[in-house]
């Protein structure tokens, strides 16, 4: 529920299609780091926060692996405007707390258009992804370095008196763009565990994974990955 509102806010506020990207979990080293312009020697690529299956295949990270397939995929397309949205299951070794957990559900949403998108087009993305799945909470935005993104923010909400980190974003890296033969975007990635904890006023994260019945007679009967 909380991907379509975003869905629909958002193409209600662009006026333009959605495509929403599924892929399987296990992917190559190269989808979930090199070709989103992480470095050889970054530490996220170390065993100790990826589950690889093979020194190639690793069970992803991020949703964002999904993205430089799926902007491949609608490179030919040429469209002005395009939100294209890639939800699913991602695979950590997280240390496990009231905010965490090792397999968080994500959802990356890149906006690819031929115009060139500003700082001032990525705010008001955050206020209508932000405004409606947490409507009414005071948002700050401070910088942060992602190496596929420019001018990247972290973005936090203040929940209960405390400040959460809700989402990141930044306007899309030129390199990987060019890469699919596209030169305008913005990315952002959401965590929706954490999310719909701070939506529905729950407390701690664990919570959804527990043998509650509340929880436990919400969940869906089987999971597509």
């Known amino acids: 529920l909380l991907v379509q509102q975003a869905l629909d806010a958002l193409r209600t506020a662009w006026n333009c299609p959605v495509i929403v990207y599924r892929a399987p979990p296990v992917v190559p080293s190269a989808d ?23 020194p190639e295949l690793l069970l992803r990270t991020q949703t964002s692996a999904m993205i430089p397939r799926a902007l491949r995929m609608i490179a030919p397309a040429r469209y002005e405007d395009v939100l294209l949205a890639c939800p699913g299951l991602t695979y950590r070794r997280d240390a496990i707390d009231r905010l965490h957990v090792g397999e968080p559900h994500q959802l990356d949403l890149w906006r690819i258009a031929q115009r060139p998108l500003t700082r001032d087009d990525l705010v008001a993305m955050i206020e209508t992804v932000a405004g409606t799945m947490l409507p009414g909470v005071p ?3 401070d910088p942060a370095v992602h ?20 989402l990141e974003c930044g306007r899309a890296h030129p ?15 959401i965590g929706l565990d954490r999310m719909l904890m701070l939506r529905k006023g729950i407390d701690d994260i664990r919570a959804f994974h527990g043998p509650a019945n509340r929880v436990a007679d919400a969940r869906p009967a089987a999971v597509s990955h």
Not at 32 to 54: E, F, H
């Open 147 to 166: 190496p596929y993104t420019l001018d990247g923010l972290e973005v936090y909400g203040k929940v209960q008196g405390r400040w959460v980190e809700i």
């Open 175 to 189: 390199d990987l763009l060019a890469a699919a033969g596209l030169t305008s975007g913005l990315a952002m990635g």
């Open 139 to 141: 948002l700050r935005l």
């Open 32 to 54: 979930n780091y090199d070709d989103l312009g992480y470095p050889p020697d970054g530490a996220s690529r170390d065993a100790r926060y990826t589950r690889y299956l093979t």
